[in-house]
Each structure stands twice: as structure tokens, then as C-alpha cells.
């Protein structure tokens, strides 16, 4: 059973910083690329950042600049530092984690399967 369990969302005025935090478990950090998607209302899930294993990063064009992903290998966590935050990055975040395993219902990106989700966290910009 592959558990994404994220925290740090809430509300900050724009121009304002949120850190993301997502903690899974040794397997699935190790074995999974990871990343955070995000959902606002009436729109589709979109991609915002991926890490892979070794520390590889990719940005959507939106959070280029602005934000930074990275990994905590001691404690199975990725991280999403949020900067300059705009009235359009409000949104639902998700971290997900990427599975090569046929058969899962996904979301592809760059070159990646996103089949695990955590619940999600609000983040607010006002």
C-alpha cells in the first residue's frame, strides 16, 4: 500500500512563501520518482515539479524561478519551497509518486506515470 501523506499548505498573500511537505516510505522514495501536482476549482490536475532518486528536478513553465523541489533522503520527504506565490498558483497540491507498473490508472508527464496520490493540501493566495 503506497501512502503519500502531505502537509504545509494554508493561506498567504501573494508574494508571500509555503513550504509542501510530502512523506512516504523508504520503498516508494527510493523506488518512485516523486512529484507535486495541483488542482484548482474547474481546472485539470497539472504538473508543478518532479524529482527524481538522484536529485534530478523539472519544473512546469509556472513554477520556473519561483519554486524549488528537493528530497530529504533521511527522512523519505520531498519537499516543494514555494516563492513569490501568485493568486493563480491557489490550488489543491498533491505529491505523487510515479510507477512503471502496468495496469494503474495514471497521469503521464514528462516521460513519467503518476499512479499514487496523497490527499492533497490547500494552499490559499489572497
Known amino acids: 500500500h503506497v501512502q503519500l501523506v502531505e502537509s504545509g499548505g494554508g493561506s498567504v498573500q501573494a508574494g508571500g512563501s509555503l513550504k509542501l511537505t510530502c512523506t512516504t516510505s523508504w520503498d516508494v522514495f527510493s523506488s518512485c520518482g516523486m512529484g507535486w501536482y495541483r488542482q484548482a476549482p474547474g481546472k485539470e490536475r497539472e504538473g508543478v515539479a518532479r524529482i527524481g532518486y538522484l536529485g534530478t528536478t523539472t519544473y512546469a513553465d509556472s513554477a520556473k524561478g519561483r519554486f524549488v523541489i528537493s528530497q530529504d533522503d533521511a527522512t523519505n520527504t520531498i519537499h516543494l519551497h514555494m516563492n513569490s506565490l501568485k493568486l493563480e498558483d491557489a490550488a489543491m497540491y498533491y505529491c505523487?509518486?510515479?510507477?512503471?507498473?502496468?495496469?494503474?490508472?495514471?497521469?503521464?508527464?514528462?516521460?513519467?506515470?503518476?499512479?499514487?496520490w496523497g490527499q492533497g493540501t490547500q494552499v490559499t493566495v489572497s
Open positions: 505523487a509518486a510515479a510507477s512503471p507498473e502496468p495496469g494503474l490508472e495514471v497521469i503521464r508527464k514528462w516521460g513519467w506515470s503518476f499512479a499514487y
